[in-house]
């Protein structure tokens, strides 16, 4: 199986940079997705990572390191509406994804 | 817009009855997900299907059955439902047809509540 951990919650402000860990233990790790959630609305797909490094898309970038079992997401020019819950997901055995439970980002002006 | 829609979105029953909540999707894909939503759990998978009548369990599979008769819908049953079935449950679907299915389009969620 697998678990994850990232922080609860991260706050910030307009236009800051912010970063959101999450560390991974897990069996048949094929990579590490991210997940943007607001409040009442349904996951939608950020990122994934297969591979080690960095993978950048627009403001958001994502890092994966296997060998730490470690990997990142780092949202820049914060804006209001980054305001949202943010998972990160590791995927086993090819067909599921295990999530973490999630970290709160609150972006104030 | 992937196409997936849930239905019913808002439900209320009472313990003991037999509730199925239905997704419907028009992409044709093959992976099809059904998870739950509590505060402090995140998501966690009840069931997946991989292919018409091909289905398997996830992580918090008791108390839940999953049918797919046909591609477009997947249905999730709680044959007796109970306070802790109490949740926000998501549809999700993804349109690898083999491989790391890493991307997944999840539906607007169905509200279920236990009394």
């Known amino acids: 199986g697998q678990s994850l951990e990232q922080p609860s919650e991260v706050t910030a402000v307009e236009g800051a940079i912010v970063q959101i860990n999450c560390t991974y233990q897990?069996?048949?790790?094929?990579?590490l997705s991210w997940y943007q959630q607001h409040d009442g609305g349904a996951p939608t797909f950020l990122s994934y990572?297969?591979?080690?490094g960095l993978e950048e898309t627009g403001r958001f970038s994502s890092f994966l390191s296997r060998s730490d079992s470690y990997g990142y997401l780092l949202l820049q020019e914060l804006q209001m509406k980054d305001s949202a819950s943010y998972f990160c997901?590791?995927?086993?055995?090819?067909?599921?994804?295990?999530f973490g439970k999630g970290t709160m980002l609150l972006v104030s002006p | 817009d992937a196409g997936i829609t849930q239905s019913p979105r808002h439900k209320v029953t009472e313990t003991g009855t037999p509730v199925t909540l239905r997704c419907h999707q028009t992409?044709?894909?093959?992976?099809m997900y059904w998870y739950r939503q509590d505060p402090g759990h995140g998501l966690r998978l009840i069931h997946y299907?991989?292919?018409?009548?091909?289905?398997d369990k996830g992580e918090v599979s008791d108390g839940y059955s999953v049918s797919r008769s046909k591609t477009e819908d997947f249905l999730l049953t709680l044959e007796s439902a109970t306070s802790s079935q109490t949740s926000v449950y998501f549809c999700?679907?993804?349109?690898?047809?083999?491989?790391?299915?890493?991307?997944?389009?999840f539906g607007p969620g169905t509200r279920l509540l236990v009394l």
């Open positions: 897990t069996s048949g790790f094929y990579g």
């Open positions: 999700a679907i993804s349109e690898s047809q083999q491989g790391p299915q890493e991307t997944q389009y």
């Open positions: 990572n297969a591979l080690d």
């Open positions: 299907s991989y292919g018409v009548k091909d289905t």
């Open positions: 997901a590791g995927i086993s055995g090819y067909s599921t994804l295990t």
């Open positions: 992409e044709n894909h093959r992976y």
